[in-house]
């Protein structure tokens, strides 16, 4: 089945606000294609993008086009640009030139990828076949892990939420091949294509590497995942931090999940601990059940359809195609990517600060790095005063909120301190490169264990479109990537700038009080550091966020999942509140000279509705919603502008209007 890694991005992205950072001449940004036959009060997302939405087409081979996380797609432009570049010249032994540039072209060697066909797949298969016990499962799951291959165990390294000082290893529920935990258990038309079309991959896969009866494995594989799905814990019910933490002492753990045997597994797993964070205790309890409940031949038949997908995309086209039928059902992509396309991804996933730096050096302009931390710690004040006005928070906890506030660290741009890679990269062995740069990462990993955390690390790659805001650390990261248009003009109109970008950076320190961000201290441990009453008032401020943005839908009747986004949204409206305040600071916020026959105000909430301008699949849509953290985006304009005051003055808006609430039940927190 196919390992899904979810990046839990408390995220987006910055800008902010420096009075005297107006740019002498500005960049005339024309906001083309409003549709006024759409009234801002109605539908400010429609108003902006009716008519770019009408007329953007999705290409064949992507999900959805437009900014955002789309923006990545000319992003892979300039990647390729590079990789080709270098990947025509011979460059030193381990130099990052020829890291990149022979791993990028071990993988467009398709010829050499055919021809082996399903043998770099053999040895794994053959191990698979020789289990004979519940021990040799759980070694044979341990050691895969140490080459990326996650099976039914999902251990990592990060902070311990009570000691943010020390790292430890913590263990999630995995084990699944659907997108979520849910998709086992609907019934309506869309989930149970999906389910089809994963029942289908799954007997693809034993039939390329000669098994007989592919269907009936299938079905046994599935029914596995099944009651592993059973004991998940639903995506909501994972955003409360305190209930997906239990540090255990390994001989407990040794003695309750007997089957697991958790010294032995986590000295296959080259780790040196006595206690281990169990998120989800539930899911190892039923593994532990199900180690002995399930036959042996039927472990080996999950195990040989984990491998196989875990490493579909790095063998030959049949194991591709078959990947893609699978995943084409829950994005609507029509056509598989070029192969120029997909490996200018695996590079920057795989080996991304080795690329970065070429990327920086090459497209990166400094000034942008400079202006934008001026503009962040600019918003940190603007937020300080907004917490100074709470009128629902007490003194105390007020202190210990500006604390955590002035105690963020802020990277900008791309990491002090490069990551390096002790990997061997070989032209003509892309199998083994994608192997090799998988345990170098798990080492580099492991090397971070009982340790201090490494505060110059980044989880995301320069040239990525996207920022996050990290609770364990306390820290908010804008990577190059999102460092252009429509975010930030270097010489645009501060509206331009505090609407896009600005909103971003709002975003982001809003992460660090948001549902779950709330709950880390300054220094990144899980603490009770507000007063029980305020943390009472802000828990009812929350819920009417989950309340309203329950109510909203797409795709006619498919409704958001408050719980699951409330995060995001709270961020989402407390980032377009402060990044207002911080540009009511410059020159052109104190102003009303209009550009483009709109006013300064006006042209900054344009610049909201204008960063979220997307087009996707249906079928992507629909995921998304199940799935993600974050509202779609006409929810990210629309949402939080209905509960804005300063969006109704500037641009009129009216009782009877669709968007349009009473002072009293617009939702306010930060």
């Known amino acids: 089945m196919k ?30 294609g409003i549709d006024s036959s759409i009234k801002p009060g109605d539908d400010f997302f429609n108003h902006v993008n009716k008519i770019w939405l009408d007329t953007a087409v999705i290409a064949d081979d992507q999900i959805g086009v437009g900014s955002y996380r789309f923006l990545n797609i000319p992003q892979q ?48 298969l053959d191990r698979i076949n020789a289990i004979t016990d519940v021990s040799s499962i759980t070694e044979f799951a341990a050691t895969q892990i140490k080459s990326g291959d996650y099976s039914i165990f999902s251990p990592y390294i990060s902070p311990d939420q009570k000691n943010s000082t020390l790292n430890i290893l913590h263990f999630s529920q995995t084990g699944l091949g659907l997108p979520d935990r849910d998709y086992y258990f609907k019934d309506d038309p869309s989930v149970k294509s999906i389910q089809e079309a994963y029942k289908t991959y799954l007997t693809t896969l034993f039939e390329l590497v000669g098994e007989s009866d592919a269907k009936a494995k299938a079905d046994i594989v599935y029914s596995i995942e099944k009651q592993m799905a059973t004991s998940h814990k639903t995506r909501i019910e994972r955003r409360v931090v305190k ?59 999950y195990l040989k359809a984990n491998s196989i997908g875990s490493h579909d995309n790095i063998l030959s086209k049949p194991f591709q195609d078959a990947s893609f039928e699978y995943s084409k059902v829950i994005s609507g992509q029509s056509v598989q990517q070029p192969r120029t396309k997909l490996m200018v991804r695996r590079v920057d996933q795989q080996i991304g600060f080795a690329l970065g730096q070429l990327y920086v050096k090459r497209y990166f302009n400094e000034d942008a790095k400079k202006r934008a931390l001026d503009l962040v710690n600019n918003f940190q004040t603007t937020l300080e005063k907004r917490i100074d006005k709470l009128d629902w928070m007490s003194d105390s906890t007020k202190v210990k909120a500006k604390e955590k506030l002035f105690a963020i660290s802020k990277k900008i741009g791309y990491p002090d301190v490069w990551r390096s890679y002790d990997a061997n990269i070989e032209r003509a062995q892309f199998f083994e490169n994608v192997v090799a740069l998988n345990k170098d990462d798990y080492q580099y990993q492991l090397k971070q264990l009982n340790k201090a955390p490494n505060r110059d690390e980044w989880h995301t790659t320069p040239s990525t479109v996207t920022a996050y805001y990290n609770p364990s650390l306390n820290e908010i990261v804008f990577p190059a990537g999102i460092l252009q248009a429509p975010y930030f003009d270097l010489y645009a109109d501060d509206a331009v700038n505090y609407g896009g970008i600005g909103m971003v950076i709002g975003h982001e320190f809003t992460h660090a009080f948001d549902d779950q961000g709330a709950q880390y201290d300054k220094d990144g441990n899980v603490t009770d550091w507000w007063t029980e009453n305020d943390y009472t008032k802000f828990k009812a401020k929350t819920q009417q966020i989950i309340d309203q943005y329950s109510a909203f839908t797409v795709l006619d009747s498919v409704h958001l999942k408050g719980g699951l986004t409330v995060g995001e949204n709270t961020a989402d409206n407390g980032g377009i509140s402060i990044a207002f305040d911080a540009f009511k600071m410059t020159d052109q916020g104190k102003d009303t000279i209009k550009i483009g026959g709109y006013t300064p105000n006006q042209r900054f909430f344009l610049s909201v509705a204008n960063i979220w301008r997307v087009k996707t699949r249906d079928a992507y849509l629909r995921n998304y919603v199940a799935t993600d953290p974050h509202s779609p985006p006409i929810w990210r304009v629309n949402g939080p502008l209905m509960n804005f005051t300063p969006f109704y003055e500037a641009f009129n808006v009216q009782p009877g209007e669709a968007n349009y609430k009473t002072e009293e039940e617009r939702i306010k927190i930060w």
């Open 3 to 32: 390992k899904l890694i979810y990046v839990i991005l408390l995220t987006l992205t910055f800008v902010s606000c420096k009075e005297e950072a107006t740019v002498t001449a500005p960049s005339k940004i024309v906001f083309d």
């Open 77 to 124: 432009e300039l990647l390729k640009n590079i990789l080709e570049e270098v990947s025509q010249k011979e460059h030193p032994k381990g130099s990052v030139e020829q890291l990149v540039g022979d791993f990028f072209a071990s993988g467009m060697d398709t010829v050499s990828i055919n021809e082996r066909g399903s043998k770099p797949i053999q040895p794994i």
């Open 243 to 301: 209930e997906n933490y239990h540090k255990l002492a390994v001989a407990d753990l040794n003695t309750k999940h007997p089957n697991i045997g958790w010294s032995a597994l986590l000295k296959n797993l080259g780790t040196a601990v006595d206690s281990v964070d169990v998120r989800q205790t539930a899911y190892y309890d039923t593994l532990n059940t199900m180690l002995t409940s399930v036959p042996l031949e039927n472990w080996k038949l």
